[in-house]
């Protein structure tokens, strides 16, 4: 069962964009017009909260790292993506190219399985680390970040 809270968790988690803080109240408008490093330092900041949220020991603590930076660079890939994708679909105004969507559609969900693996496999640690009520914090923060990620997508 636990397994299975923290594959949902993760793969909430990643499925869409990236962590990105107070940008969430934004519309997509406002948010396509952010640049991919803003995108990412307001993910790191979120991230960050979410740590402080956790309320970590000293034990714990030495689980972040890895979950941290796997997070980061899937951010950091996401919002490339993201910044990449608007100034494509400007370009690609008529719509036109369904073959080219079709390829950046297969490309971005083999993109997305590999980040899926690469979170689960550095939450590992600190999921099972973390004690009952932090694992639920843990849980709903994550499924929470990735209802707010597919509006971005």
């Known amino acids: 069962m636990k397994k299975v ?10 499925s869409g964009t990236g962590v990105t803080g107070s940008a969430f109240a934004q519309s997509r408008a406002d948010r396509a017009a952010l640049t991919a490093n803003q995108i990412v330092a307001e993910s790191d900041a979120h991230t960050a ?3 402080a949220d956790l309320r970590l020991t000293p034990d714990q ?4 790292p890895g979950f941290e930076s796997a997070v980061h ?4 890939t996401r919002a490339d993506r993201q910044v990449a994708f608007q100034a494509e679909r400007e370009q690609r105004e008529d719509g ?7 390829n ?3 490309k971005f969900l083999g993109e ?3 980040n ?5 496999d550095a939450a590992q640690p600190l999921y099972a680390s973390l004690d009952e009520q932090q694992k639920k914090k843990f849980a709903n923060e994550l499924i929470g970040l990735s209802r707010e990620r597919e509006i971005d997508e």
């Open 104 to 106: 950046d559609s297969a």
């Open 116 to 120: 899926v693996k690469k979170l689960a």
């Open 73 to 76: 660079d899937i951010d950091k």
């Open 5 to 14: 809270l923290l594959t949902a968790a993760v793969a909430a988690l990643i």
């Open 112 to 114: 997305h399985s590999a």
């Open 61 to 64: 603590e030495k689980n972040w």
């Open 96 to 102: 036109s190219d369904v073959i080219q969507y079709l």
């Open 49 to 51: 909260r979410v740590k």
